[in-house]
């Protein structure tokens, strides 16, 4: 925020980096090469809805632009929407496994319809989950406002399995812009898809 | 290309300008005026002015540091851990990663009042305070305790402790120099009325008469300035969680649980009045039914003194937001790339 938003008390709403997203394919080879996590195909959007119709028509176009290619080849299941305890709504896209650049640009889709009706602000993660052969959950967390990704490997109950979370951090240092400031790595327990 | 439904405020931006500009010339008047009094006198209340400046300068300094363990104890606050409050936590890491803010240290108050407050002075050292009352699951929904969370993140996010500071500085050394004026008149009166007294009036009464204007006005501007830092905290605080109506009721509800409170818990929360969500104390006869008195006439006495909006205000400012969000877009919906 600039001095003379300070002094005259205003923020403005912070528009989300929607590009970084696209680097998730080639990071998700990598991850797998080394640590052996492969996307399970699901994936998910976060965003705080605004009281109103202008936005529930949006969310509604937007689900069903998503369940237009739903069950043909490569267009996944049709989107499930949820609503968590914190008044998020989660869309969440489901694929096969080795479909993760039609995942990738299902989310942007959302991101996208948002953005272009004036509700960018909106938009907090995206979830992509992963899992290893030993059933081990992992999911990548896009950060919008920083475009930046963190691990997030949720055990049973509410503990996280933060050895794992900086195996993966080092492991795809190279491929995708991780959040540096551990503090703003924050738990989604209970997110949907992972 | 981005279009954006979050247009600031012009109207409260003026206000809020003017307020500051009045500020400013007040401050610049006052030291003009006590150098203009100094050199047509040749001096002698240099020194008391210099000490007000010291040691003005030097509680605020002071404030600003400790302001975040000043206010917590002063409420009897605790910090917690995401482990000892979980939900708090979650929902405080959410709106700061919407907001693209640093997370402030929680705490909380163990008051059964629903309130909250923010301090401290930059976005490392901030601290948000929630009480016990707020957190109760009786008293607010999900969404409306989020509504409240973003108000107070909004003043952290518009570092108002380091703007209120700033502007209280002037008040604090026209009322040291008004003290020390007077105390001075009464223990050396005596001795500089020997070359001072052409004119009859000492030096030093003049000086104090003038604080005491200066003090006065800065007093009711800076109240004002208060008044309007919140309704741009309840602006921000809107737009961020788009959902106006929820902050609402929540100022609804916070305002009405005030009057219904015992008077003990009043008093003890007075001191940290503005910085609270809704003031714990009100002046007006009316008291916490704010719905009900509103419209006719001028602005009461009360209000000129307080240091928050009434709530009439605050509701119409929200509800106006509530227009502006449902808007439709321009054009028609757009929806993705993919037509």
């Not at chain 2, 905290?233 to 009057?259: E, I, W």
Request: net charge neutral; proline share 5%; charged share 20%.
């Amino acid at each position: 925020m600039g001095f003379l938003d300070t002094l005259l008390g205003r923020t403005k709403p912070v528009q989300p980096k929607l590009d970084d997203l696209f680097a998730l394919p080639s990071a998700a080879i990598t991850l797998q090469a080394s640590t052996g996590f492969v996307p399970t195909g699901s994936g998910s959007v976060c965003f705080r809805s605004v009281e109103g119709k202008t936005f529930s028509d949006i969310e509604s176009e937007v689900r069903d632009l998503l369940n237009m290619d739903a069950g043909k080849p490569g267009g996944g299941l049709p989107v499930e929407v949820t609503k968590d305890s914190y008044g998020y709504t989660w869309l969440v896209s489901s694929h096969l496994s080795d479909e993760l650049d039609a995942l990738v640009t299902d989310l942007h889709a959302v991101n996208s319809a948002l953005v272009d009706n004036g509700f960018g602000p909106q938009l907090l993660c995206t979830l992509v989950a992963f899992r290893d052969e030993r059933e081990r959950r992992l999911a990548l967390v896009y950060l919008y406002k920083r475009g930046t990704f963190y691990p997030f490997a949720p055990l049973s109950g509410k503990e996280r399995d933060n050895a794992l979370e900086i195996q993966v951090k080092n492991a795809l240092g190279d491929d995708l812009k991780i959040e540096q400031d551990l503090t703003r790595w924050f738990p989604v327990w209970g997110a949907p898809g992972v | 290309m981005a279009r954006t439904r979050y247009a600031p405020d012009r109207g409260l931006t003026v206000r809020m300008t003017v307020t500051m500009f009045l500020l400013g010339l007040v401050f610049v008047a006052f030291v003009a005026a006590i150098i203009g009094i100094l050199t047509a006198v040749h001096a002698s209340g240099a020194a008391i002015v210099l000490f007000a400046l010291i040691f003005g300068g030097g509680s605020a300094i002071a404030s600003l540091f400790y302001s975040d363990k000043i206010a917590l104890s002063a409420a009897g606050a605790k910090v917690v851990t995401p482990q000892e409050a979980p939900e708090l936590h979650a929902i405080v890491d959410r709106l700061c990663a919407l907001a693209d803010m640093d997370k402030p240290r929680v705490a909380i108050a163990p008051t059964r009042m629903p309130n909250a407050f923010a301090t401290g002075r930059n976005s490392k050292n901030s601290v948000l305070c929630v009480t016990e009352g707020l957190m109760d699951h009786s008293s607010l929904t999900p969404e409306e305790k989020e509504g409240v969370l973003a108000h107070e993140l909004s003043h952290v996010a518009h570092k108002d402790v380091q703007v209120m500071t700033v502007a209280s500085l002037l008040a604090i050394v026209a009322g040291l120099l008004v003290r020390f004026a007077f105390y001075s008149e009464l223990f050396g009166g005596g001795r500089r009325s020997a070359n001072n007294n052409q004119g009859g009036i000492p030096v030093v009464l003049i000086i104090m008469a003038v604080s005491v204007v200066v003090y006065a006005v800065s007093f009711l501007l800076i109240r004002v300035l208060s008044r309007y830092r919140e309704l741009a905290a309840d602006r921000s605080g809107a737009l961020l969680t788009g959902q106006p109506s929820a902050l609402a009721s929540a100022l609804v509800k916070v305002s009405q649980g005030m009057s219904r409170i015992p008077n003990e818990d009043l008093r003890a929360a007075e001191p940290l009045n503005a910085f609270y969500f809704a003031p714990a104390m009100k002046l007006t006869r009316g008291g916490g039914g704010g719905g009900r008195n509103g419209g006719g006439g001028g602005p009461s006495l009360s209000q000129l003194f307080s240091t928050h909006p009434s709530l009439e205000k605050r509701l119409e400012q929200l509800a106006k937001i509530q227009r502006e969000l449902g808007q439709p877009t321009p054009g028609g919906l757009s929806a993705g790339p993919g037509e």
